[in-house]
């Protein structure tokens, strides 16, 4: 059963602007794809690259310019409200917690938002902040909260009605990095133990790693990925880039395993591939034999795997 | 004197370059005009054609000047003062070598000017219209710098108000009651000599009726010059308390480590 | 409707929760009003009896203007908002729930100044009303038609910004306009602008009327109130349904 099918769907905001005249952009440029009932999906591109436009599409809050979508059956810009009451939606940047109030307040407008009796609000309320490690925050206000507990409590907020899908939008935008695993964490239990169908956009490739089984990767508007997470996993997330600072530049840097980016008066950029070597290997040579006063170990950035994507089919 | 001359430079062109809250006040400005000709007609009207000895053309051009010298400035200053206050944004302001509030005065000055001149022109222009020529020229000739010294005092003293603020620390809505000092006891809405005989007295004395009443009376034709002196001395007064109100506001400050 | 009532008890609490800072700025606006009254008692005392207006007619027409309004802008804060809301993108999270979009934005924020006026209003009129049953009457059911026809007005200028872009400074600005001119009575004006308060900035069928019902009541201006009210109310909630079609939710800078 498809919870998510996505048909050449596509969005152009009109040419506009009083201050400064802009012209048509199309944000989402034709996409297709679907998505299976109790599955597990990132969606993930750069800033600009389409994905909160395509999520706010597939919620009803937008009306596409062009194509089609269901979602559990439902044209989400024609039913609304219907889906509405079947669909979570998290955005990272909006709070749907009242700021003054307790989150246990909040929940009480929710369940009267979505017809939750009194009796199914409580359980689902209890449960649920079992399952999340958030019931002894219930009761502070919101305001009083960090951010990682108050997106702890928005989880809870958006569950509550038990969807049988939730969109994430950027939700660890923000967290350090002990509450983003964590709360990632908290979005595989409520899949694994309630079913619910994970959409989960972001920039952020960690989130692919720990969260999802499957990846689309869209820019520009367009999908130009759509696999499980193991394949892309073994052919780009095994890249890593160092950048090593050495005391006493050398005229040339030759690790095995290690390809040369750039090399500069102070230092050097090294990219490496961690299917052929091991990272460990690769550090341990340099630092014999050179002359190293500073190191790090970065994943390369999203720009660059959806480059390398976008340039190498798989 | 140069960083002030350059504050109220930023603030001049500031207020030029947004056509559309120029345009906004404009508007607001020809609709009080408008409403307050309907007002003061009926009430002359029903007086046998004279109140305190304003015609009702003189009226009108006493509402104008009042107009042009309060709508010239911006009422929410006290708020945003002491919303800066209250917030600590002044803190960071107070790093400058600078005195705060001289800066902030004098940008908002420079806004000021800008509106002031714009008002000027589409107030005059309206009140002509509906009105006739200004009863004295010299009175009106004196209109316009009493309008520049009203509109000063009005920004010193919502400074000196807002500042306040640190010892309040809240000043959320007080704009509103501020306002109203500015329109009954400045004499916005109607002239000092409508008022009973106690109220009058007390509005004499208080500061706000140089914010409004004076422009309105010279502009509604009673060229008496005292009245621009009057102006003067209280401008300096209000800038003197503002100044010392921030001053004893920032020796606070510090002390509390804030 | 248990929603819509949920909300507004929400918002209540949340506006509540700063205890202090909510009585304070409902006493300011009431002390605000109170000079206005004072401006009023102050005129007359001097002008006397203007156009067959006296003190107690204006003071009227005031409570009315601080009834709708207090409700307007007071309770259903959101109202003169909803340009910017839709120019920031504010409208997804109401868009998301499975309600009618209009009525929740409209409950979920509360503006405490403004609530002072709706509390000062019906007190004014009581004490300088000569509230008799049926004057009350007609007081309750004429501001609160005089409250349908603002906020109709000031939602269907704020949807317009769907429309035509910006932030719903238009909106800002004739609501502005409606209240200056609300504020006198309409007999005061002439022609030109007497139908100007009926058209484009209706603040005709915001106080005027109303305060004209309660002075003289006459059933036909009445059933006029009333649907211009409805014609209103109308206008800004189908205004605001199909500009919801066109929203583009602030996307415009964070795709």
Same mark, same amino acid.
């Given at each position: 059963?498809?919870?998510?099918?996505?048909?050449?769907?596509?969005?152009?905001? *009109?040419?506009? %602007?009083?201050?400064?005249?802009?012209?048509?952009?199309?944000?989402?440029?034709?996409?297709?794809?679907?998505?299976?009932?109790?599955?597990?999906?990132?969606?993930?591109?750069?800033?600009?690259?389409?994905?909160?436009?395509?999520?706010?599409?597939?919620?009803?809050?937008?009306?596409?310019?062009?194509?089609?979508?269901?979602?559990?059956?439902?044209?989400?810009?024609?039913?609304?409200?219907?889906?509405?009451?079947?669909?979570?939606?998290?955005?990272?940047?909006?709070?749907?917690?009242?700021?003054?109030?307790?989150?246990?307040?909040?929940?009480?407008?929710?369940?009267?938002?979505?017809?939750?009796?009194?009796?199914?609000?409580?359980?689902?309320?209890?449960?649920?902040?079992?399952?999340?490690?958030?019931?002894?925050?219930?009761?502070?206000?919101?305001?009083?909260?960090?951010?990682?507990?108050?997106?702890? @409590?928005?989880?809870?907020?958006?569950?509550?009605?038990?969807?049988?899908?939730?969109?994430?939008?950027?939700?660890?935008?923000?967290?350090?990095?002990?509450?983003?695993?964590?709360?990632?964490?908290?979005?595989?239990?409520?899949?694994?133990?309630?079913?619910?169908?994970?959409?989960?956009?972001?920039?952020?490739?960690?989130?692919?790693?720990?969260?999802?089984?499957?990846?689309?990767?869209?820019? /520009?508007?367009?999908?130009?990925?759509?696999?499980?997470?193991?394949?892309?996993?073994?052919?780009?997330?095994?890249?890593?880039?160092?950048?090593?600072?050495?005391?006493? *530049?050398?005229?040339?840097?030759?690790?095995?395993?290690?390809?040369?980016?750039?090399?500069?008066?102070?230092?050097?950029?090294?990219?490496?591939?961690?299917?052929?070597?091991?990272?460990?290997?690769?550090?341990?040579?340099?630092?014999?034999?050179?002359?190293?006063?500073?190191?790090?170990?970065?994943?390369?950035?999203?720009?660059?795997?959806?480059? /390398?994507?976008?340039?190498?089919? =798989? | 004197?140069? *960083?002030?001359?350059?504050?109220?430079?930023?603030? =001049?062109? %500031?207020?030029?370059?947004?056509?559309?809250?120029?345009?906004?006040?404009?508007?607001?400005?020809?609709?009080?005009?408008?409403?307050?000709?309907?007002?003061?007609?009926?009430?002359?009207?029903?007086?046998?054609?004279?109140?305190?000895?304003?015609?009702?053309?003189?009226?009108?051009?006493?509402?104008?000047?009042?107009?042009?010298?309060?709508?010239?400035?911006?009422?929410?200053?006290?708020?945003?003062?002491?919303?800066?206050? %209250?917030?600590?944004?002044?803190?960071?302001?107070?790093?400058?070598?600078?005195?705060?509030?001289?800066?902030?005065?004098?940008?908002?000055?420079?806004?000021?000017?800008?509106?002031?001149?714009?008002?000027?022109?589409?107030?005059?222009?309206?009140?002509?219209?509906?009105?006739?020529?200004?009863?004295?020229?010299?009175?009106?000739?004196?209109?316009?710098?009493? @309008?520049?010294?009203?509109?000063?005092?009005?920004?010193?003293?919502?400074?000196?108000?807002?500042?306040?603020?640190?010892?309040?620390?809240?000043?959320?809505?007080?704009?509103?009651?501020?306002?109203?000092?500015?329109?009954?006891?400045?004499?916005?809405?109607?002239?000092?000599?409508?008022?009973?005989?106690?109220?009058?007295?007390?509005?004499?004395?208080?500061?706000?009726?140089?914010?409004?009443?004076?422009?309105?009376?010279?502009?509604?034709? /009673?060229?008496?010059?005292?009245?621009?002196?009057?102006?003067?001395?209280?401008?300096?007064?209000?800038?003197?308390?503002?100044?010392?109100?921030?001053?004893?506001?920032?020796?606070?400050?510090?002390?509390?480590?804030? | 409707?248990?929603?819509?009532?949920?909300?507004?008890?929400?918002?209540?609490?949340?506006?509540?929760?700063?205890?202090?800072?909510?009585?304070?700025?409902?006493?300011?606006?009431?002390?605000?009003?109170?000079?206005?009254?004072?401006?009023?008692?102050?005129?007359?005392?001097?002008?006397?009896?203007?156009?067959?207006?006296?003190?107690?007619?204006?003071?009227?027409?005031?409570?009315?203007?601080?009834?709708?309004?207090?409700?307007?802008?007071?309770?259903?804060?959101?109202?003169?908002?909803?340009?910017? =809301?839709?120019?920031?993108?504010?409208?997804?999270?109401?868009?998301?729930?499975?309600?009618?979009?209009?009525? /929740?934005?409209?409950?979920?924020?509360?503006?405490?100044?403004?609530?002072?006026?709706?509390?000062?209003?019906?007190?004014?009129?009581?004490?300088?009303?000569?509230?008799?049953?049926?004057?009350?009457?007609?007081?309750?059911?004429?501001?609160?038609?005089?409250?349908?026809?603002?906020?109709?007005?000031?939602?269907?200028?704020?949807?317009?910004?769907?429309?035509?872009?910006?932030?719903?400074?238009?909106?800002?600005?004739?609501?502005?306009?409606?209240?200056?001119?609300?504020?006198?009575?309409?007999?005061?004006?002439?022609?030109?602008?007497?139908?100007?308060?009926?058209?484009?900035?209706?603040?005709?069928?915001?106080?005027?009327?109303?305060?004209?019902?309660?002075?003289?009541?006459?059933?036909?201006?009445?059933?006029?109130?009333?649907?211009?009210?409805?014609?209103?109310?109308?206008?800004?909630?189908?205004?605001?349904?199909?500009?919801?079609?066109?929203?583009?939710?602030?996307?415009?800078?964070?795709?």
């Amino acid at each position: 059963m498809q919870a998510i099918r996505v048909s050449e769907l596509r969005k152009t905001f *009109p040419a506009g %602007g009083r201050v400064r005249r802009r012209d048509a952009v199309e944000a989402v440029a034709g996409i297709s794809f679907s998505v299976a009932a109790g599955e597990r999906l990132a969606y993930i591109g750069p800033n600009g690259a389409g994905k909160s436009t395509s999520i706010k599409m597939l919620t009803g809050i937008l009306h596409p310019t062009s194509g089609e979508a269901t979602v559990l059956g439902i044209v989400p810009w024609r039913r609304r409200r219907e889906l509405a009451a079947r669909i979570g939606t998290l955005f990272g940047q909006r709070s749907q917690l009242w700021y003054q109030l307790t989150p246990r307040q909040t929940f009480g407008l929710l369940a009267r938002i979505y017809g939750v009796s009194r009796a199914d609000e409580a359980s689902r309320v209890a449960s649920l902040g079992e399952l999340l490690d958030a019931t002894e925050l219930f009761d502070q206000p919101v305001r009083s909260l960090s951010l990682g507990q108050r997106m702890r @409590c928005e989880l809870v907020a958006s569950m509550l009605h038990e969807p049988e899908v939730l969109f994430l939008d950027e939700p660890t935008i923000g967290l350090d990095l002990v509450a983003k695993t964590r709360f990632r964490d908290l979005i595989v239990r409520i899949n694994e133990q309630r079913g619910t169908t994970i959409l989960l956009t972001s920039h952020d490739v960690s989130d692919i790693e720990q969260v999802a089984r499957r990846v689309i990767v869209i820019n /520009h508007g367009r999908l130009i990925y759509d696999d499980r997470v193991s394949r892309m996993r073994r052919t780009l997330l095994g890249t890593k880039v160092v950048d090593v600072r050495f005391a006493d *530049p050398p005229a040339m840097v030759d690790v095995e395993g290690a390809m040369l980016e750039k090399l500069t008066g102070s230092g050097a950029k090294l990219v490496v591939d961690t299917t052929q070597r091991p990272i460990r290997a690769v550090l341990d040579d340099l630092l014999e034999r050179y002359d190293v006063v500073d190191i790090s170990v970065a994943d390369p950035p999203l720009e660059e795997i959806v480059s /390398h994507i976008y340039t190498r089919p =798989l | 004197m140069r *960083p002030y001359l350059a504050g109220f430079n930023r603030g =001049l062109r %500031g207020a030029v370059v947004a056509p559309g809250d120029l345009t906004v006040r404009m508007t607001f400005l020809v609709i009080v005009v408008l409403v307050m000709a309907a007002l003061w007609s009926a009430a002359v009207e029903a007086n046998g054609g004279s109140i305190e000895g304003y015609t009702r053309d003189s009226l009108l051009w006493y509402v104008m000047a009042a107009q042009v010298a309060v709508i010239a400035v911006r009422p929410r200053t006290v708020e945003e003062v002491g919303e800066e206050i %209250g917030s600590g944004t002044v803190a960071v302001q107070m790093l400058l070598p600078v005195s705060v509030a001289g800066l902030r005065m004098s940008i908002e000055a420079g806004e000021a000017a800008a509106r002031l001149a714009a008002a000027l022109v589409v107030g005059g222009a309206a009140t002509w219209f509906l009105a006739g020529a200004p009863p004295s020229g010299a009175g009106m000739a004196m209109a316009v710098p009493a @309008c520049a010294l009203g509109a000063a005092a009005n920004i010193a003293s919502q400074h000196a108000f807002g500042g306040i603020a640190f010892w309040l620390l809240d000043a959320k809505s007080t704009w509103f009651v501020y306002q109203k000092l500015v329109f009954i006891p400045g004499g916005m809405l109607i002239p000092l000599e409508l008022l009973p005989g106690g109220l009058e007295a007390v509005a004499r004395v208080l500061p706000f009726a140089t914010m409004a009443y004076v422009p309105g009376r010279l502009a509604s034709g /009673h060229a008496e010059p005292a009245l621009l002196a009057w102006q003067a001395a209280w401008l300096v007064a209000l800038v003197g308390v503002a100044l010392a109100v921030y001053a004893a506001g920032q020796r606070r400050l510090e002390v509390l480590g804030g | 409707m248990n929603a819509v009532l949920t909300t507004m008890r929400t918002a209540l609490a949340d506006g509540w929760a700063n205890r202090r800072s909510f009585a304070f700025q409902v006493l300011l606006m009431v002390v605000n009003d109170v000079t206005w009254v004072l401006f009023w008692a102050l005129f007359f005392n001097r002008v006397g009896t203007v156009r067959g207006w006296n003190p107690d007619d204006v003071y009227v027409l005031f409570s009315v203007l601080l009834v709708a309004a207090g409700i307007a802008i007071g309770l259903l804060a959101n109202s003169r908002r909803i340009g910017q =809301l839709a120019a920031d993108g504010e409208l997804d999270e109401t868009l998301v729930l499975p309600i009618e979009p209009l009525p /929740h934005i409209l409950t979920k924020r509360i503006d405490a100044a403004n609530v002072g006026d709706l509390l000062f209003g019906p007190v004014l009129f009581v004490l300088a009303g000569n509230p008799t049953p049926e004057r009350v009457a007609v007081f309750v059911l004429g501001s609160l038609a005089g409250t349908v026809a603002l906020v109709g007005f000031l939602v269907f200028c704020g949807a317009l910004t769907l429309f035509v872009g910006g932030r719903g400074e238009q909106g800002d600005l004739g609501f502005n306009a409606i209240l200056i001119f609300a504020s006198y009575p309409l007999d005061l004006f002439g022609g030109a602008t007497k139908v100007l308060l009926f058209t484009a900035v209706p603040a005709a069928f915001v106080t005027g009327l109303p305060a004209q019902l309660v002075r003289d009541f006459d059933a036909q201006r009445a059933a006029l109130l009333v649907s211009v009210a409805a014609g209103f109310a109308l206008l800004g909630w189908v205004t605001f349904s199909l500009g919801l079609r066109r929203y583009s939710s602030g996307s415009l800078w964070s795709r």
